[in-house]
């Protein structure tokens, strides 16, 4: 993998006065038609061995362009509120908006390939890492994200005379840390971390440029070059890559549905409710004081039909919490700091540290559901969401979170009764509008997603409770009773 | 303060039920009108002695209302990155936007209380805060927010007896802990302390509404009746309260002003730049290395006329430092996240933590400038906004941050002949549009309004630098050995 980068490569000192002024316009130029167009982001990770110039090679872009519009993110040691989320986290709050250059040094690579050095995780593990990281990164490229991913390289000798020579000058003497010469001596294991680590993670969306860095002047422009040629290029190209479109799959021909598989005459007499309303309600409060809970976190999902009754279950859960312990996230149409990022950004700011708890009344589901019917992205999209979401809430398991989801289900008749009552009451949330109307006329479409949904994203640790809810009493009851059993289980 | 709320309010269980459910219908639907019309949040604090049921009055709350368009913040012990940013970081960040309620247990009384009744502070320190936070809660207001502080009061004999209750009933007394027991004990103390408090901070915009809570059904309807009726009135009044509005300061009336006082014809060679330029940046780089500056932060604010050289005196500061150490926001149109918030909401959520240093490309000040030019804000709006800014900056500086404001000055002949040579230059940044034309066209007006500016918000500890900028490497070299010098002082 290094092989070309340890040949030496270096240019003239007339060379490089000749090309940088041109190179340092062409920058500006595609940094601020990046920046006007404000169509994606880019992410830059700037990796390699200690002592190739990564400092060098963020201040000098710095400089190059304009700083304005870069953001540099020196991740070292994650804070507290970072450390009760997955790990992540830390990186979705700094991904730049559409139009702005965001620069990693210690990006989402630096843990996995220090621990997997250290021994600390053993082969697999880091094979998983590798899996959620190629994951995350194919999401932001189909997300319209550009990610650039340079490695400078130093074989071992060029690595010691450049720390050397830096510690030699008392004006960068402090540069080298007594890290750097422990890493001299774990160059061979470190390169054969790294060298692992880079093969697999190198993807068609975003592949590793690896650069020889002995020479600075070749360093330098080789790298302004390849970040000129990578932005131009995505300005020009009129839209970001997608995934190959295979159809999806039809629906079954004998028009047999999980949803039309639900008894949905299913319930709950008023005094059997009451009798276990109490019940599960003092169940979930003692659940959630439980000593184990304050190292996990609980996220509940609902989704359903419009007027399937997910306010109302919410309510029932709410009632039986203290007002400080849960935090209910509405999800409605974007904000536009939401929409210059990709899709799961704006859930992910929700995401519950330890001890928390967060009911999500629609939620990242709603790419695969409305966003799907509706035709408000591409069927790649939402094609790719599936996995998108199963890693996600993968990565939020992996973090001790319980997510318990919720889809809540009525029959178009008793969808149609309740729109009817809805307009009769006092109350505006109980006003139906012109969207309920519609989603109501697609309501097979619905239906397909919603199928479609559960099958590709309900798993053994993440399962999808489908709610009978054409009587509310017993729909409220199956959601208490299955948060509890859930919890139980989680915290046995 | 406490006299009608020892008085033994109740009622009796039947009017409390047949008041509830109106009470209820009437408080869903103003919390709907108010998600609806989106043009202010309501700030409800919820104050008062242990046992007098905050924590009940919240769940009500939550129940009664919609708990999805509630936030709690139930703010305890503050994160590490809360502790590194001024005390009221915690409480921007947490502000809901307008639509919304946010309720806060744990609000800014808390602590300045707390510290207090332990004899933490003293009475003159006490008095700070209250004077900081009365600006705050005036700076809500005004912005449109609608700031309900409630404090639930108990007799001592009351408050006895309520904690004996909790602490004997087996579902309810984990509430009670060992610091209530220590809080009755201190019942004097506490009381003596939060009723100062209270009466200092009662103030018209943002009154407390003392609840005598020994009665729960007392406690409930006051409460809900209250909130009731301060939503209800602020949904139906065309617009927030606002100062009253007495003129402006009007111009010197022999024309002499501080920016008409400038040399505009000071200057620096090429050789002398050059050598000073190095000087500079090299001591920058050092200071900001200094072991000291961990424990502090370092604000540069830039403001200027369109083409004074902001973006390029910024650009000899950051070449001066690693990318990693600083961070440059250039401030332009608001999001729409932003907009749902008061005005400095933008600017404290990119305050810097300790050993951090941002520098704005424009600022806050622009409310003082282009709002107050252009008439995008009120005359009141501005008005108000020279205290609003210096009780942020003294809060800033209360928590170690250095602020550097500097002030870029050119002649309109300078202005001119610069944006005909940028109509010439290749680079996209220097397109000049019909904003910079326009802002030409008020110049003097722009002269008025930077002139009130450095007269209301230049002090001891955050000067305004006027930089004579028709020449740029005079500018950049005053830029630089001023933020030396302020860092220096600071660092001493």
Known sequence: MFESAEL??????????????????????VQYELAEQARFPVILLVGGVDGSGKGEIVNLLNEWMDPRHIRVHALAEPTDEERTRPMMWRFWRALPPKGKIGVFFGSWYSHPIMERMQGNIK???????????????????????????????????????????LAENPETSWRVTETDWQHLKL???FSNVAEHVLRETNTAEAPWIIIESSDFRFRNLTTGNYLLEAIRKRLDASSPPHPVGVPPMPPAIDDKTLLSSLDLTLSLDKKSYHRQLAKYQGKLNQLMRHPKFRNKSLIAVFEGSDAAGKGSAIRRISQALD??????????????????????????????????????????????????VEQLCSEADWMRAYKEINDFEAQLIAHNTIIV???????????????????????????????D??????????????????????????????VEANDKRFARIKVLKTLCDRLEQALD
């Open 187 to 189: 160059y061979d294991e």
């Open 123 to 165: 082969e697999a593990e880091l094979g998983q890492c590798i899996d959620e990281i190629t994951s995350f990164e194919r999401m932001i490229t189909y997300e319209g994200g550009l990610i650039i991913k340079l490695w400078l390289h130093l074989s071992k000798k060029a690595q010691k005379r450049q720390l050397t020579k």
């Open 405 to 435: 989801k919720f889809w809540l289900a009525i029959s178009r008749e008793e969808q149609l009764k309740r729109f009817h009552a809805r307009e009769q009451v006092g109350f505006k949330q109980f006003k139906i509008t012109g969207d």
């Open 437 to 466: 109307w519609r989603n109501r006329e697609n309501w097979q479409q619905f239906d397909r997603a919603v199928c479609d949904m559960v099958d590709r994203t309900s798993s053994e640790i993440a399962p999808w409770t489908l």
């Open 8 to 29: 030496g490569h270096s240019i003239d000192k007339e060379r490089y006065d000749a090309e940088v002024p041109a190179l340092r316009e062409a920058l500006l130029n």
């Open 323 to 372: 007002a400080r312990h849960y935090r209910i996230i509405p999800i409605g149409a974007p904000s536009d700091e939401e929409l210059a990022q990709p899709y799961l950004w704006r859930f992910w700011r929700h995401v519950p540290g330890n001890g928390e708890f967060t009911i999500f009344d629609r939620s990242w589901y709603g790419r695969v559901l409305v966003e799907r």
